[in-house]
């Protein structure tokens, strides 16, 4: 998903939405960290490279993360990348045509040492923890994987969730996320991720729909407590139409979260 990258420009607004002092804190922020220092580096950066540097600074090899909105599938790619070929990513989207593009790009560079991938065709408000986890299984007709149809192994919560939303680029612009779907997947997503996890909302703001969307993902955002979460929000000031980046990243899981059973 994702209706264009879009350039970060010059000047860059970082918003520290909810948070504390504190060394554990300062820890967890690095992911926020790495994207302000990409988004203000020399020549600007588009949002979408922001957001790879906040999923660099949180992820590590044999990691488990989560595309929602796989689109194209250069997110995808680049989290299979950066977890390696011990780690494990799930692609999620609602358009077979997202899903195709995906599978191409990951065939095309089996040699580049990738996590195993699997594919999710639906609704990214429908996913639950078990199925994150275990209820898609690996066969030969993913990417990146041994191609036995084995089971894969015991996984524990993703260390990254990320939404890239919009509509498809190149793709029919009547098909794109809402509010509607979008806000209990970010919900769901809040609850997948276990200490230290980043969840990560790119939105785009440029078609009709998209300020909606925004405001909605930043109400969520704006309702989860300051002792658990670190919510951060990353957009430039002087390029209206620009996208904006939303960081939440989980400082300690609540009783609630920690008694979830997958």
């Given at each position: 998903g994702?209706?264009?990258?879009?350039?970060?420009?010059?000047?860059?607004?970082?918003?520290?939405?909810?948070?504390?002092?504190?060394?554990?804190?300062?820890?967890?922020?690095?992911?926020?960290?790495?994207a302000?220092?990409?988004?203000?580096?020399?020549?600007?950066?588009?949002?979408?490279?922001?957001?790879?540097?906040?999923?660099?600074?949180?992820?590590?090899?044999?990691?488990?993360?989560?595309?929602?909105?796989c689109?194209?599938?250069?997110?995808?790619?680049?989290?299979?990348?950066a977890?390696?070929?011990?780690?494990?990513?799930?692609?999620?989207?609602?358009?077979?045509?997202?899903?195709?593009?995906?599978?191409?790009i990951?065939?095309?560079?089996?040699?580049?040492?990738?996590?195993?991938?699997?594919?999710?065709?639906?609704?990214?408000?429908?996913?639950?923890?078990?199925?994150?986890?275990?209820?898609?299984?690996?066969?030969?007709?993913?990417?990146?994987?041994?191609?036995?149809?084995?089971?894969?192994?015991?996984?524990?919560?993703?260390?990254?969730?990320?939404?890239?939303?919009?509509?498809?680029?190149?793709?029919?612009?009547?098909?794109?996320?809402?509010?509607?779907?979008?806000?209990?997947?970010?919900?769901?997503?809040?609850?997948?991720?276990?200490?230290?996890?980043?969840?990560?909302?790119?939105?785009?703001?440029?078609?009709?729909?998209?300020?909606e969307?925004?405001?909605?993902?930043?109400?969520?955002?704006?309702?989860l407590?300051?002792?658990?979460?670190?919510?951060?929000?990353l957009?430039?000031?002087?390029?209206?139409?620009?996208?904006?980046?939303?960081l939440?990243?989980?400082?300690?899981?609540?009783?609630e979260?920690?008694?979830?059973?997958?």
């Amino acid at each position: 998903g994702g209706g264009g990258p879009g350039p970060a420009g010059e000047v860059a607004r970082g918003r520290r939405m909810r948070g504390s002092a504190g060394a554990c804190r300062a820890a967890a922020s690095a992911a926020a960290s790495a994207a302000v220092g990409a988004l203000g580096g020399c020549g600007g950066a588009r949002m979408t490279e922001v957001a790879h540097a906040a999923w660099e600074a949180t992820l590590r090899p044999g990691a488990f993360a989560v595309d929602m909105t796989c689109g194209g599938g250069r997110d995808t790619l680049f989290l299979a990348r950066a977890v390696g070929s011990e780690g494990r990513v799930l692609a999620c989207d609602l358009q077979a045509d997202a899903l195709a593009s995906t599978r191409s790009i990951l065939e095309s560079r089996t040699g580049d040492n990738l996590a195993a991938v699997r594919l999710r065709e639906g609704c990214h408000s429908t996913l639950t923890l078990r199925e994150a986890m275990e209820g898609v299984g690996w066969s030969a007709e993913g990417c990146g994987g041994d191609g036995t149809g084995a089971s894969s192994p015991p996984l524990g919560r993703p260390s990254l969730v990320c939404f890239n939303l919009g509509y498809l680029p190149g793709g029919d612009r009547a098909v794109k996320t809402t509010p509607r779907s979008t806000v209990p997947a970010v919900e769901l997503s809040l609850d997948l991720l276990g200490n230290g996890g980043l969840l990560s909302v790119l939105c785009y703001v440029g078609h009709e729909g998209g300020a909606e969307e925004r405001g909605a993902v930043e109400a969520v955002l704006m309702g989860l407590s300051s002792k658990d979460w670190a919510c951060s929000e990353l957009r430039t000031v002087n390029r209206p139409g620009c996208p904006v980046l939303y960081l939440a990243e989980r400082l300690s899981e609540s009783d609630e979260t920690q008694r979830m059973e997958p």
